[in-house]
């Protein structure tokens, strides 16, 4: 793993604290969150050849999920925890596939424009407040080439603390997308989570007036 991200920024932990972190998979299991991940791939339709970032990839099951179906694409994650990425590598190698992990922070996703066909977000752009979730979105639309799609699935009322944030299928249209597709789960400790499949709508940068 190569750290793509010399600035540090605060980040939530994917269970809010560190020291809960080995109970990130029990409540993957637990939750159902495994069929969101399912859904997610079929959603996305990867064709051979593609390469595919999740956009915190927290312990690596979603990009297992892509692998275990797509065994013919790229698979590249990110996170600004590294003990998570440490655990994404070695269940990833468990599970014979290769991936890129690096640790990165989703606001500023250094890698060349137009250089993924598809990008994946699972239950994270709510810990970010909104100007992060903007500056995330931009960041996606940058990075996907024409014809990428966006795959991202989040809780659909409030963030982390209770909060309301502007994301969910509203907030992804005004960062310049086309929503194609919205889908509602439930999911046990979870409650109701959105998934939303999103193509770029132009290239060019978006009017600030």
Do not use: W
């Not at 793993?1 to 010399?6: A, G, K, P, R, V």
């Not at 065994?71 to 990833?92: H, N, Q, S, T, Y």
């Not at 960062?175 to 770029?200: D, K, N, Y």
């Amino acid at each position: 793993m190569t750290e793509i991200s010399s600035q540090e920024r605060d980040y939530l932990p994917g269970m809010g604290k560190h020291y809960l972190m080995p109970l990130y998979d029990v409540l993957h299991r637990v939750s159902g969150l495994h069929t969101v991940h399912r859904e997610m791939v079929e959603l996305a339709r990867p064709q051979a050849g593609h390469r595919v970032l999740d956009v915190g990839c927290g312990t690596g099951n979603l990009l297992r999920a892509i692998g275990k179906r797509h065994r013919d694409v790229e698979l590249v994650g990110i996170d600004p925890d590294l003990k998570m990425l440490a655990r994404a590598e070695r269940k990833l190698r468990r599970a014979g596939l290769e991936a890129k992990l690096d640790r990165g922070f989703a606001q500023e996703l250094a890698f060349p424009d137009a250089s993924f066909d598809r990008v994946f977000s699972s239950l994270m752009l709510h810990h970010l407040d909104s100007a992060s979730q903007a500056e995330m979105l931009a960041e996606v639309r940058r990075l996907l080439k024409p014809g990428g799609l966006l795959v991202l699935a989040d809780m659909t009322h409030h963030g982390h603390g209770g909060a309301h944030h502007g994301h969910g299928a509203h907030g992804i249209a005004a960062a310049g997308f086309t929503v194609e597709q919205t889908r509602s789960r439930e999911l046990r400790m979870f409650g109701t989570v959105g998934i939303e499949v999103a193509s770029p709508l132009r290239t060019g940068p978006l009017s600030t007036d």
